[in-house]
């Protein structure tokens, strides 16, 4: 539907770089089906107010019609929000976007992304932020009692995850990756693994290649890594000292990064929804070797081997490393595959059939 404005509303955390990612993923579509695209950044725009302490809906809790991260937001200053916006539809970025008034006057998007309850419950396992770890553990049951509930009239719900959207009940909706260029420029590093470096399931994936590493490095010798991504934490800096891995924050271009290493790795032993990392290094011409969880979001098909001990993922990495046209083939199918599966263009029509149901 040309000219329909569709309002995105989302927490707007300058930290929650996978929010973000899903967001602008959320945008390119609507945008490529004809929309006018509005971001409402909660955080931002909409906080909480002294007043708004008195109108808490302890009831909606209760009966899991919302999760207390609702609480950090303004929901008289978000309808106004969108009263002024006049949008067409909205779209809740997770669970903590959404309160079931803000379809009381328009259609909704729930984008529930992943099963929020098991990323809670995943982060409460992760060893290290004792604090954190506890809230948690209390958000994770709440999440789970609200993934459960039937929604309301004039709600619909999507995830980015595979088998979250299959165990949701949802229309799976993947982040979409645009086709990259493939520049010219020499291979420093064999192996990359990026993301962000302080995030919990990332700073374990580090902890699970620091324990297969000196078997690899004994198995085929010089073997280097890239650590890439924002906010190194403290462990994974130790790590990398130790181990001799090269380690890159905050790098500026992806394309320029993974244009230098031979091979990705995604050895997450938690994670939820899907992972950007893997469609992106695909995008980016990259064989990968990936663990069970990080193949988990994306649809069946995807080309890449899956270890899941430390002995496959050397066996694997090594196979590929020392196989140059092995991992030119799996890198050449796994582009391909991204373009036809997560494009923007795949999902235009999606966005378009949404917003056509949208004015009816």
Same mark, same amino acid.
């Given at each position: 539907?040309?000219?329909?404005?569709?309002?995105?509303?989302?927490?707007?955390?300058?930290? +929650?770089?996978?929010?973000?990612?899903?967001?602008?993923?959320?945008?390119?579509?609507?945008?490529?089906?004809?929309?006018?695209?509005?971001?409402?950044?909660?955080?931002?725009?909409? %906080?909480?107010?002294?007043?708004?302490?008195?109108?808490?809906? =302890?009831?909606?809790?209760?009966?899991? !019609?919302?999760?207390?991260?609702?609480?950090?937001?303004?929901?008289?200053?978000?309808?106004?929000?969108?009263?002024?916006?006049? %949008?067409?539809?909205?779209?809740?970025?997770?669970?903590?976007?959404? #309160?079931?008034?803000?379809?009381?006057?328009?259609?909704?998007?729930?984008?529930?992304?992943?099963? $929020?309850?098991?990323?809670? #419950?995943?982060?409460?396992?992760?060893?290290? +932020?004792?604090?954190?770890?506890?809230?948690?553990?209390?958000?994770?049951?709440?999440?789970?009692?609200?993934?459960?509930?039937?929604?309301?009239?004039?709600?619909?719900?999507?995830?980015? +995850?595979?088998?979250?959207?299959?165990? $949701?009940?949802?229309?799976?909706?993947?982040?979409?990756?645009?086709?990259?260029?493939?520049? !010219?420029?020499?291979?420093?590093?064999?192996?990359?693994?990026?993301?962000?470096?302080?995030? %919990?399931?990332?700073?374990?994936?580090?902890?699970?290649?620091?324990?297969?590493?000196?078997?690899?490095?004994?198995?085929?010798?010089?073997?280097?890594? $890239?650590?890439?991504?924002?906010?190194?934490?403290?462990?994974?800096?130790?790590?990398?000292?130790? #181990? +001799?891995?090269?380690?890159?924050?905050?790098?500026?271009?992806?394309?320029?990064?993974?244009?230098?290493?031979?091979?990705?790795?995604?050895?997450?032993?938690?994670?939820?929804?899907?992972?950007?990392?893997?469609?992106?290094?695909?995008?980016?011409?990259?064989?990968?070797? =990936?663990?069970?969880?990080?193949?988990?979001?994306?649809?069946?098909?995807?080309?890449?081997?899956?270890?899941?001990?430390?002995?496959?993922?050397?066996?694997?990495?090594?196979?590929?490393?020392?196989?140059?046209?092995?991992?030119?083939? =799996?890198?050449?199918?796994?582009?391909?595959?991204?373009?036809?599966?997560?494009?923007?263009?795949?999902?235009?029509?999606?966005?378009?059939?949404? =917003?056509?149901?949208?004015?009816?």
């Amino acid at each position: 539907m040309i000219g329909c404005t569709v309002a995105i509303v989302h927490l707007g955390r300058a930290e +929650g770089l996978g929010a973000l990612r899903r967001v602008r993923s959320m945008r390119e579509v609507f945008e490529a089906a004809g929309a006018v695209v509005v971001e409402v950044p909660l955080q931002l725009e909409c %906080p909480v107010r002294p007043g708004d302490l008195l109108r808490v809906d =302890l009831a909606r809790l209760v009966r899991a !019609d919302i999760v207390p991260e609702t609480f950090a937001w303004s929901r008289a200053s978000v309808l106004a929000r969108l009263d002024t916006i006049d %949008p067409a539809l909205v779209v809740c970025n997770t669970a903590r976007a959404f #309160h079931p008034d803000l379809a009381r006057d328009r259609p909704v998007v729930l984008d529930l992304v992943d099963r $929020l309850s098991v990323s809670y #419950h995943d982060r409460a396992r992760v060893p290290g +932020g004792g604090v954190r770890r506890a809230v948690y553990r209390v958000l994770a049951p709440l999440a789970r009692r609200f993934e459960q509930r039937p929604r309301p009239a004039g709600v619909t719900t999507v995830a980015a +995850g595979w088998e979250d959207a299959a165990a $949701l009940n949802a229309t799976w909706v993947p982040n979409t990756v645009r086709i990259a260029e493939l520049p !010219d420029r020499p291979v420093t590093d064999d192996v990359v693994f990026f993301g962000n470096l302080s995030y %919990p399931p990332n700073v374990e994936a580090v902890e699970v290649i620091s324990r297969f590493w000196p078997r690899l490095t004994a198995r085929r010798p010089g073997t280097s890594l $890239l650590l890439a991504g924002a906010h190194p934490s403290t462990r994974v800096v130790a790590l990398a000292r130790r #181990h +001799g891995w090269r380690v890159w924050a905050d790098f500026p271009d992806l394309a320029a990064m993974l244009a230098g290493v031979r091979l990705a790795i995604a050895p997450l032993e938690h994670a939820s929804g899907i992972q950007s990392k893997v469609i992106e290094a695909a995008a980016h011409g990259l064989a990968q070797v =990936l663990s069970p969880a990080a193949l988990a979001g994306l649809a069946p098909g995807f080309p890449a081997p899956v270890a899941s001990d430390e002995q496959s993922w050397v066996e694997a990495i090594t196979g590929l490393l020392e196989d140059p046209g092995r991992r030119a083939e =799996l890198a050449s199918a796994a582009r391909a595959h991204v373009a036809t599966t997560y494009s923007v263009d795949r999902w235009a029509g999606w966005a378009a059939e949404t =917003l056509a149901a949208s004015t009816r």
